[in-house]
T-cell receptor, first 116, second 111 residues
């Protein structure tokens, strides 16, 4: 089975621009989560989608948004980029995610975003 | 908000020595997961613990979940150079797939 894929792998943008990142989950996985990884803040949860609905979100400003399509593929968008948005953005997929235990998260290779 | 603290931040060992990393949550967790991230790579799932006091072993790795479900540890016996990487604990808060990650412990193993 193919793993989680993310495109693009690397991206350079300037302040004020916007960016869209894409994530294709493992076949059969319906939940997609996004994380931001920086040296200073570690791995931080952005949001999670299941069946095209955002079920959970972290503490990020409204400039960070996402969506999920009917085929479970997901995109996240960051508008009005700031220097502090430079990070590795990781997408993780899982089967479903019940309200109790948390599913095993399968991470993609990430998109390295640099904001100049 | 909910926090998961992980120590130490960095550990340097000689090959063959043991290694332990600890996680503590500010709140009771529904479960805890452990991930390993190799340099330049992405986090890879190692294990999930759900029950209070649970202990699981994977070859040289031993994982424990505290009785109060607020702390956890990962112990590696007789480290090898292949163990190099950053080990993260991640607490499940009960929300759908929302994991709160510890800051990670970076393990360096010298031959």
């Amino acid at each position: 089975k193919a793993g989680v894929t993310q495109t693009p792998r690397y991206l350079i943008k300037t302040r004020g621009q916007q960016v869209t990142l894409s994530c294709s989950p493992i076949s059969g996985h319906r939940s997609v989560s996004w994380y931001q990884q920086t040296p200073g803040q570690g791995l931080q949860f952005l949001f999670e989608y299941f069946s095209e609905t955002q079920r959970n979100k972290g503490n990020f400003p409204g400039r960070f948004s996402g969506r999920q399509f009917s085929n479970s593929r997901s995109e996240m968008n960051v508008s009005t980029l700031e220097l502090g948005d430079s990070a590795l953005y990781l997408c993780a997929s899982s089967l479903a995610g019940s309200g109790g235990a948390t599913d095993t998260q399968y991470f993609g290779p990430g998109t390295r975003l640099t904001v100049l | 908000g909910q926090q998961v603290m992980q120590i130490p931040q960095y550990q340097h060992v000689q090959e063959g020595e043991d290694f332990t990393t600890y996680c503590n949550s500010s709140t009771t967790l529904s479960n805890i997961q452990w991930y390993k991230q190799r340099p330049g790579g992405h986090p890879v799932f190692l294990i999930q613990l759900v029950k209070s006091g649970e202990v699981k072993k994977q070859k040289r790795l031993t994982f424990q979940f505290g009785e109060a479900k607020k702390n956890s540890s990962l112990h590696i016996t007789a480290t090898q150079t292949t163990d190099v990487g950053t080990y993260f604990c991640a607490g499940g808060s009960g929300g759908y797939n929302k994991l709160i990650f510890g800051a990670g412990t970076r393990l360096a193993v010298h031959p």
